[in-house]
């Protein structure tokens, strides 16, 4: 049963540590998204990739945050330095190519202190 | 500024009854209107869809109204059972330049009460 995989399920860090996330979309899902939810401002969009190459990351904070996809069966979305506004749950999804429905992982919750 | 937008964070309704969940949109070049359903601890799932060009689509219990004039869709369950309680997303889609964006509401948080 093939599904989007999201590591680390939780993570707590201090302020002004890295953090990294990671995403395994499903195979064949050629467009990989990551959003963010938090109570403020529900699910927002962070950044975008078809076939690997970055379509949209205006909705990410460019000083600190940075999302990759290093081959078609990784995604990574990395913060640094965090800060503690960046609490929150991180989703990643990908979706599928004919039908365009978006499948989500179990999403990444990160509590910086 | 939030092109999508879910002003009941919350609605309870009872059991066997309707529920129904507004949505509210800015961008009338959204093509295609979705529902996800979240429940805790789990990523959203896809609930049902409707395209622009139509008003109405069913799947079982779950209905999908679109009025495009006033900018607004609707997701009606009925009836609704206990399981339905979760966090209902809209979210819309936006093609341009060949790429496809999914834009979210906030949500509703649904609790069906037995």
């Known amino acids: 049963d093939a599904r989007v995989t999201q590591t680390p399920r939780h993570k707590v860090t201090e302020m002004g540590q890295e953090v990294t996330m990671r995403c395994q979309p499903i195979l064949g899902h050629n467009t990989v998204f990551w959003y963010r939810q938090t109570m403020m401002q529900g699910l927002e969009l962070l950044a975008y990739?078809?076939?690997?190459?970055?379509?949209?990351d205006s909705g990410m904070p460019k000083d600190r945050f940075s999302a990759e996809m290093p081959d078609a069966t990784l995604a990574t979305l990395k913060i640094q330095p965090s800060e503690p506004r960046d609490s929150a749950v991180y989703f990643c999804?990908?979706?599928?190519?004919?039908?365009?429905?978006?499948?989500f992982g179990e999403g990444s919750r990160l509590t910086v202190l | 500024d939030q092109q999508v937008k879910q002003n009941s964070p919350s609605l309870s309704v009872q059991e066997g009854r309707i529920s129904i969940l507004n949505c509210d949109y800015t961008n009338s070049m959204f093509d295609y209107f979705l529902w996800y359903k979240k429940y805790p601890a789990e990523g959203p799932t896809f609930l049902i869809s409707i395209s622009s060009i139509k008003d109405k689509n069913e799947d079982g219990r779950f209905t999908v109204f679109l009025n495009k004039s006033a900018k607004h869709l609707s997701l009606h369950i009925v009836p609704s059972q206990p399981g339905d309680s979760a966090v209902y997303f809209c979210a819309a889609t936006l093609t341009q330049g060949g790429s496809e964006k999914l834009v979210f509401g906030k949500g509703t948080k649904l609790t069906v009460n037995p």
């Open positions: 990739f078809r076939n690997r190459a970055p379509l949209d």
């Open positions: 999804g990908g979706s599928h190519p004919n039908t365009g429905e978006l499948f």
